[in-house]
């Protein structure tokens, strides 16, 4: 089963994410993280991505692809896949589309994580991240035991380069002015649901797996058993 995340930055899609990865057995696939990853290995994607990452606009859709694509088919269908963050544009969706079609396979499910752009503002400006494992904090809403450090592995908590407060902004405009229109995309092709996104993480992810279970119960029941092997 695959399956695609949509929703802005703050929306708790990265953490929702972990847990459907883990809960499904599904193999994570964050853009955002592999495009951190290539800038700070300094790689010659990372080196073209990395002006536009730090100004908060979309990398190219030719680099971005290129990425993503590559990986789909180093999985090859062993595992189902949870795209987080990919794609972010109508060109993305296609092409994504066609690889998987010929690799026999396809997008079984998109799930919209709504929440309202205030809130989104709010969050995102109290959000830290582990340098470790990319660990999510929030100062005001969910803060770390000790200030600075991640519960889980100890490691420094920092602020992302793109959440700087008027960033933020720019980014929240290109979710709702761009990467809004995939929710038509997917909605044609029957695919896509939406779950309220301002629960806790834990009721979202019990709302989308629910969801999930009802859309396709035989599909997860797969993929648990082969993620399991
Ligand atoms: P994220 O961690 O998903 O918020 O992504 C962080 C940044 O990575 C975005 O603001 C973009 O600069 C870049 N990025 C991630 N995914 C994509 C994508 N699918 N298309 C273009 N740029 C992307």
Not at 35 to 49: D, V
Request: glycine share 8%.
């Amino acid at each position: 089963m695959n399956i695609i995340l949509i929703g802005a930055q703050g929306s708790g899609k990265g953490t929702q994410a972990q847990l459907l990865a883990e809960r499904l057995g599904l193999a994570p696939c964050a853009s955002g993280e592999l495009l951190r990853e290539e800038i700070a290995n300094g790689t010659e994607l990372g080196r073209a991505a990395k002006d536009y990452y730090d100004r908060g606009d979309l990398v190219p859709d030719d680099l971005v692809v290129g990425m993503i694509l590559a990986r789909v088919r180093d999985l090859d269908g062993a595992v189902g896949i949870i795209l987080d963050g990919f794609p972010r544009t109508i060109p993305q969706a296609r092409m994504l589309d066609e690889q998987l079609a010929s690799l026999q396979q396809r997008i079984d499910a998109v799930i919209y994580l709504a929440v309202p752009r205030e809130q989104l503002l709010d969050r995102l400006s109290h959000r830290y991240i582990c340098r470790q494992n990319g660990h999510v904090w929030n100062t005001k809403t969910r803060p770390p035991a000790l200030p600075g450090i991640c519960d889980y592995d100890g490691s420094e908590l920092y602020q992302r380069s793109d959440d700087a407060a008027e960033k933020v902004a720019h980014r929240l405009d290109i979710f709702f002015g761009e990467t809004i229109h995939l929710l038509d995309y997917y909605d044609r092709q029957g695919k896509l649901f939406q779950v309220d996104g301002t629960a806790s993480p834990e009721e979202v992810n019990a709302r989308a797996v629910t969801r999930l279970m009802a859309l396709n119960g035989a599909a997860i029941s797969r993929t648990q058993e082969a993620a399991s092997q």
